[in-house]
């Protein structure tokens, strides 16, 4: 325990010394995100406890499931709708954990992070550092808003075991262990829904903003090409001129394949996450609105509307990171339609030429034909959330003819 304490108390000094330097090294950018969403997962005791925690979501899931299936009742759906598709949903969540930190290790080990702190850098680093600003704010405001679910949570004591599955098979099977059985699970509230809703979507957006940093510096590499001989006469640009220009914008086009590459990685490594994920959030989707709807003493009202809010927050931090990524080669492409170009060599043009091709394709993770990290994922998630509105209120209909 004193261990995991000089651990943390040795992190937050030297985020503090970090915070404290007036340039931006190469290892600071996201620091505090990079403690919250990662490094603080590395400690033995809390993957311990991870693992304890996914094992009782398992057996209760199974349990419920068994459940369901015997009793076939409506009303019995109804009133444990919400608790088993957030168990669902921290299933996969836990399960992912692992690989998508691993994700983010190898995205930051392979991109080579460039100085920022040179003064021909100013602007992209102005534009890195409001980047950190905004995502910290982000994150600290759905941590925020998960501690105010988890308090409302903890703060609704009337007959937990009527609206919480865990509970309720503990209370049934072993009625001795009732007390200690609430009293855990109200303390495992906040680190469910932490790892659940807040820490999958900040780790993706983490990966990509590591890339986006990077193409910031890239781009402003661009608009440089011809740094050094923008006020020359075309007669006197000589050799050593298309030398340089050929040296950056090989060096630009070899950058910009990588960032493809990497992209495609991270496409690859988050594929069949990305769809459990969409499948689980529609089903808790679900399980919000029927719980809402139906108010069979499952939660207080202000406790779901923070869940709700922050579903939909956290899945509108990821879209956003996509389609951000994504808008950000419209960036590059324009950098080089500016480009003053029509003073270099045929070898230079013809580089050009391919470059200027290859930036017309964006930076998109696409996972299938029909869905993509954007804008219009998020569209798709709302649509399925209003959805579950409509058909939560039918079966809240459908119940209260039921108990007539």
């Known amino acids: 325990m004193w261990t995991g304490l ?52 398992l057996s209760i899931i199974l349990i419920q499931t068994y459940l369901f299936v015997e009793r076939f009742d409506i009303n019995y759906l109804l009133t444990f709708a919400l608790s088993y598709t957030m168990m669902l949903y921290a299933t996969v969540a836990i399960l992912f954990l692992p690989d998508a930190r691993n994700n983010v290790k190898s995205t930051i080990k392979k991109i080579e992070m460039r100085d920022l702190n040179t003064e021909t850098c100013k602007s992209a680093r102005e534009k890195i550092r409001k980047e950190i600003f905004l995502e910290t704010a982000n994150l600290l405001a759905h941590i925020i808003l998960a501690v105010v679910s988890w308090v409302l949570y903890t703060m609704h004591n009337e007959n937990v075991e009527k609206y919480d599955c865990s509970i309720h098979v503990w209370t049934n099977y072993f009625p001795k262990w009732k007390n200690i059985s609430v009293f855990l699970y109200r303390i ?17 957006k983490y990966s990509l903003l590591q890339i986006k940093f990077q193409v910031y510096v890239s781009i402003h590499q661009i608009e440089e090409i011809n740094l050094g001989y923008e006020d020359r006469p075309f007669s006197r640009l000589d050799s050593r001129f298309h030398e340089m220009v050929s040296k950056r914008l090989l060096s630009c086009i070899k950058l910009h394949l990588f960032y493809y590459g990497l992209i495609r990685e991270i ?43 922050l579903s939909i927050f956290s899945g509108a ?14 960036d590059v492409y324009m950098s080089l339609v500016n480009v003053k170009w029509y003073h270099w060599n045929e070898s230079n ?56």
């Open 188 to 204: 495992i509230f906040f680190p469910t829904i932490y790892v659940s809703i807040i820490n999958p979507s900040h780790l993706m």
């Open 349 to 404: 043009k013809r580089n050009y030429l391919i470059f200027l091709t290859n930036a017309m394709k964006p930076f998109k993770l696409k996972y299938s034909q029909n869905v993509s990290l954007n804008y219009k994922l998020a569209i798709e998630l709302l649509q399925a959330f209003f959805s579950a509105i409509s058909i939560s209120s039918n079966l809240k209909n459908v119940g209260n003819k039921t108990q007539i």
């Open 6 to 57: 000089h651990w943390l108390a040795t992190k937050f000094r030297t985020f503090r010394k970090s915070c404290s330097t007036s340039t931006l090294p190469e290892n600071t950018c996201l620091k505090l995100c990079r403690f919250l969403i990662v490094d603080i997962f590395e400690t033995k005791i809390l993957g311990c406890i991870l693992v304890a925690i996914l094992l009782d979501i």
């Open 267 to 309: 496409e690859k490594r988050t594929t069949k996450y990305l769809f459990a994920f969409k499948t689980v959030s529609i089903l808790l989707y679900f399980g919000l609105t029927i719980s809402y709807f139906s108010q069979k003493g499952v939660l207080p009202i202000t406790c779901l509307i923070s869940l709700i809010s």
């Open 317 to 330: 931090t990821v879209t956003r990171s996509g389609q951000e990524l994504e808008n950000l080669s419209d």
